[in-house]
DNA sequence: CCGAACCATCAAGAAACCATCAAGAATGGC
DNA sequence: GCCATTCTTGATGGTTTCTTGATGGTTCGG
């Protein structure tokens, strides 16, 4: 039934008629949607998914009889994209993967760019740091001298590019703030390891950050 | 009071207050969209949706009081293209039809059912939220509010970007209204053993969700 | 080799920030 | 119109973070 509306819908359809079967033209088609009954014969459709997922990324769709929270939640924790509770109208179904396939983000919308840099990676939108795996627990201005910083890796900063692209071209106060804050980034990438010169001063100029091993 | 809201934001508005009146009302003005409660005098709201969809393909958002999932499933069978579960935000009704007329498949499904990061589960258009297996009591703008952070759970949303997505940008006063709700959020997560820092502070900054472990 | 400029670090007071509580205002349900 | 819930504002206290000033070491030019 399935096939025929999916075809009508504009959609080449392969079925198949148990898990190991599935999995198999999987394997072989590569296709952009799999729709996935939970009510096997042979496997689990729980387990046909996680399997999927260890070789595809493709949007899987469950189809479940019962409505019950478990299975939904089992569902989307094994990678499923939706789900789909039955009885459901073809329309529905339809439009689910319509949904589907115009979303753009999947899993990548959880993730956010992230600069690296040599052993460092910082993550602007969570304002975390990483040196290797170790996170950092920078203050708001530490994190904003470091973003500063690794915008341009190789490029030398003054104090006066510093202050204005953290505090504001406004700002009144001594330069010399920025040495204190530079001094406590590198305390606490000296605390998880980092490189002794991550942040390089260049004399007479200001800092940048030292070249990557 | 629906009515209010609606016209604020724009639209034209006729409202019938039982099922007879309001599917005769339908098929006069032929509207874009159709508001029905699923609690009608006289004729059952799933009655009134099915008759709709005889005649006419406008966008047809339920309205239910209570959230069993019987009612979606239900509602969602007889063509209604979403639902809401009260209490909800204006502003998140407002957001809904603006979704729905933007969606080019109509389905409740374009606007993927769950979200979900670490133990936090909320059900979007049934506006309910679970740790773990626990319903949370929040008020419209708690939940309001988390549903922004779980848009994104690894971003930090400074109090500035909550209060344009939950309040609207127009909003003038106190950014210090969102700590006093998330204090709330916590506080009623806490109740039902949820993670210590499922939202963490990001001093100088703002709030994001905790890393899910 | 000496002095001046420069930088790193420390410490302490000042400022900013956040959590929480409480009370009045607003809102929506009946 | 009244009542209960929810929202907003204000005040307070504790904590973190920022800034400044002082001190001592280092580098570089003369």
Redesign the interface.
Known sequence: MLVGYLQRAGFAVRAAFDGPNGLQAVRDLDPEIVILDLMLPGMDGLEVCRQIRTFSDCYVLMLTAR?E?TD??LG?SVGAD????K???P??L???I??LR??PFKSA????PQRTWGGLSL?T????VKWADQFLDL???EFDILSVLVEEPTKVFTREDILDHVWGPGWVGDSHVVDVHIAHIRRKLADVGGAPDSIRSVRGVGYRLGDPQ
């Open positions: 409505a929270e939904t939640l989307l939706d789900y789909m509770t009885p459901f109208s329309r529905e339809i439009a689910r319509g949904a115009r979303r919308a959880a993730v956010s993550d939108a969570g304002r975390e203050t708001r201005t």
